[in-house]
């Protein structure tokens, strides 16, 4: 149950079999270089998804500062910032180098799968840098209401 609300808050899915049942719904019939180039795509738009939010948690942070130079109620507005900086930082982790799962022996790995368990990080990742985001603008409306 636990599992199945996280994949549901994530994005991604919650259980082994579940995950298993979506790698192989995403590379179906696909070759190997197919498949894992299918997957670079889902990572390429995930990171493009990152860049956007990051571009859009800048203006919340312009907001938030205002707020406070302003003399809006100053608790929100902090941890609306908090909430902002965290998310930074999760955002921004989307964006550093895929390159490590390239530096050990190759072995038998399936660089499909490998490329598929990095999008789900970076899923997690994502979503919940996007919850922080959401939440820091509902912090500062409600310094907003507070102030009016």
Request: with cysteine; charged share 15%; aromatic share 8%.
């Given at each position: 149950?636990?599992?199945?609300l996280v994949?549901?808050?994530f994005?991604t899915?919650?259980s082994?079999e ?6 192989r719904n995403?590379v179906?019939d696909?070759?190997?270089s197919?498949?894992?180039?299918r ?18 948690q ?17 608790t ?20 550093r180098?895929?390159m ?12 499909a799968?490998?490329i598929?368990t ?11 840098a ?17 102030f009016?």
């Amino acid at each position: 149950m636990l599992q199945q609300l996280v994949g549901i808050l994530f994005g991604t899915p919650g259980s082994a079999e579940e995950r298993e049942n979506a790698f192989r719904n995403a590379v179906g019939d696909l070759g190997p270089s197919d498949a894992a180039q299918r997957m670079r795509d889902g990572v390429q738009h995930n990171t493009e998804k990152a860049g956007a939010l990051l571009a859009a948690q800048g203006i919340f942070t312009v907001a938030d500062t205002f707020a406070l130079d302003h003399g809006w109620p100053k608790t929100p507005i902090l941890i609306s910032l908090g909430c902002l900086i965290a998310g930074t930082f999760l955002a921004m982790s989307i964006l550093r180098s895929t390159m490590r799962m390239y530096r050990h022996p190759s072995g038998h790995r399936d660089p499909a799968r490998q490329i598929f368990t990095l999008l789900l990080s970076r899923m997690v990742r994502f979503n919940s840098a996007l919850y922080l985001t959401f939440l820091s603008i509902v912090l500062l409306g409600v310094a907003a209401l507070s102030f009016t």
